[in-house]
């Protein structure tokens, strides 16, 4: 799979600050859980080598077939007591890929970076790492969401230009207003572990359509999370010359909800119909 993840999937992804590690800790347990409402609300890659390929998302697919060491849903931030430390507990835990050294690439796949910590690097004897190797090591983890100096959602597939600024404008939305974050956290705060693993293996085939913990379609909740996100951003009030606040941002979602059909779906609509199975017509068109 990992020529599949690096070539032949694309993503958008949003970088968010947080302002404490409390604050870290109430956005990652949001991001995780409402992730699967982002691959759905942007899924977008119906086609492998021009025919349909059974998903709806197949990027995110892909991601859950890659190693599991480093991609996933990670249970241990819903857990009491998770913090900063816990994660860099469960980034010395994940294998690493490489150590850089004058302009080359050493190979470390497997290795421990515990290990590395206490100079026992088999690669490299003796040599403990610089901060340097530490940021590397946690690019090399690929969860759904990912904790730097700032909060990953790495959730949506890649698409047109009229979605870009949708996806910052939902988290954003979702995670930079108290009120909204409380009331996302509320909405999401009784699910299960195994409650959101179904979620994220359900949507890259399903999308909307997957169900919802407790019964319904993710579909039924799609509007409420929208209508928090729009909520958040008429509060954070960041108004354009025009004094337009940042909510026209989440039209194209509202409207995909509303339609009920997700962009891979109308990919697949015009593939099976006007187009007639002839792949090139999508650079036709923008959807």
């Given amino acids: 799979m990992g020529l599949d993840m690096m070539l032949r999937t694309c993503t958008i992804q949003v970088n968010l600050d947080y302002s404490s590690e409390a604050d870290m800790v109430q956005k990652f347990r949001v991001g995780l859980a409402l992730q699967p409402l982002a691959t759905a609300l942007f899924a977008n890659s119906p086609f492998t080598e021009g025919k349909p390929n059974g998903y709806l998302s197949y990027r995110s697919h892909i991601w859950s077939d890659t190693d599991p060491h480093r991609t996933g849903m990670l249970p241990f931030v819903f857990e009491d007591g998770f913090g900063y430390e816990r994660w860099v507990d469960y980034m010395l835990d994940v294998p690493m890929y490489f150590v850089f050294r004058e302009g080359r690439y050493i190979d470390a796949a497997g290795l421990s970076f515990r290990d590395f910590l206490d100079g026992k690097l088999s690669v490299l004897p003796g040599e403990k790492p610089t901060q340097s190797d530490w940021w590397d090591h946690l690019s090399t983890a690929f969860p759904e969401v990912r904790l730097k100096s700032f909060l990953e959602m790495r959730g949506a597939d890649g698409g047109p230009w009229n979605r870009i600024c949708a996806l910052p404008a939902f988290w954003v939305g979702l995670l930079y207003d108290q009120g909204a974050l409380d009331a996302a956290w509320d909405l999401v705060k009784g699910w299960s572990m195994e409650d959101r693993e179904a979620l994220r293996s359900s949507v890259p085939r399903l999308a909307l359509d997957a ?36 909510t026209g941002f989440l039209e194209p979602l509202e409207e995909i909800v509303a339609s009920g059909k997700v962009p891979a779906q109308r990919l697949l609509d015009s593939y099976n119909g006007e187009w007639a199975g002839d792949i090139t017509r999508v650079y036709e068109h923008s959807f």
């Fill in 211 to 246: 169900p919802l913990p407790g019964g319904g379609r993710l579909h039924d909740i799609a509007k409420e999370v929208l209508a928090i996100a729009r909520s958040g951003l008429a509060a954070r009030a960041r108004l354009n010359t025009g004094g337009d606040n940042e």
